[in-house]
């Protein structure tokens, strides 16, 4: 079962806006408005940060967002902070009843 | 305030059964309409949905581990369970619980226990 493509690193710096996309297939990403995105510091669980490919939970910051485009979602994170600094994962439903993650992206805020 | 803890041996011998059980509270699990999910992340690697179950009993399991895998729910003690059978290396990772949602297709965790680390080794 392949996973979502992620970049493996990107980088920012304080102040700075990131983008990071998740790209799958019309049997996912393309196909569902089912995306999610986590944000996982070393050492802790997932955190949701974005559901339903825009809607950020209640108490995450505005500073996060989320979009999509064709088979492509995307996630955005402007102000950059040093606790920003994270691995981040996409995930989408997939046909067949099923759910798959990206390989994840690594944050580094410089 | 919802809060999922994992429970369970964290050494397993290849080939055999690894069973884990997540304990609920803040919340009933069988009301709602939720699903509860498990999730692994071997180290240093990405996370692996492994398969989710509502508070009726209703499952829904990753192909990719085919029929190794089942849950089960004890609403009497509010807690969910996992057994994936015929472990080897490859199933050593940490394994977190999560509350899903109420729907079939959408799929999203939130919380999460904070994970124990399951390693199947000889």
């Known amino acids: 079962q392949s996973a979502l493509t992620q970049p493996a690193s990107v980088s920012g710096s304080p102040g700075q806006s990131i983008t990071i996309s998740c790209t799958g297939t019309?049997?996912?990403?393309?196909?569902?408005?089912?995306v999610s995105w986590y944000q996982q510091h070393p050492g802790n669980a997932p955190k949701l940060i974005i559901y339903?490919?825009?809607t950020r939970p209640s108490g995450v910051s505005n500073r996060f967002s989320g979009s999509k485009s064709g088979n492509t979602a995307s996630l955005t994170i402007s102000g950059l902070q040093i606790e920003d600094e994270a691995d981040y994962y996409c995930?989408?439903?997939?046909?067949?009843?099923?759910?798959?993650f990206g390989g994840g992206t690594k944050l580094t805020v410089l | 305030q919802v809060q999922l803890q994992e429970s369970g041996p964290g050494l397993v011998y290849p080939s055999q059964t690894l069973s884990l059980t997540c304990a609920v509270s803040?919340?009933?699990?069988?009301?709602?309409?939720?699903?509860w999910s498990w999730v692994r992340q071997p180290a240093g690697k990405g996370l692996e949905w492994i398969g989710r179950?509502?508070?009726?009993?209703?499952?829904n399991y990753n192909p990719s581990l085919g029929s190794r895998v089942t849950m089960s729910v004890d609403t009497s003690k509010n807690e969910f369970s996992l057994r994936l059978r015929s472990v080897t290396a490859a199933d050593t990772a940490i394994y977190f619980c999560?509350?899903?949602?109420?729907?079939?297709?959408?799929?999203?965790?939130?919380?999460w226990g904070q994970g124990t680390l399951v390693t199947v080794a000889s």
């Open positions: 999560a509350k899903d949602t109420r729907s079939w297709y959408d799929y999203r965790f939130d919380p």
């Open positions: 803040g919340d009933s699990i069988s009301s709602g309409g939720y699903y």
């Open positions: 179950i509502s508070g009726s009993g209703s499952t």
């Open positions: 019309s049997s996912d990403v393309g196909g569902y408005d089912y």
């Open positions: 339903d490919v825009t």
């Open positions: 995930s989408s439903y997939r046909r067949s009843d099923t759910l798959v």
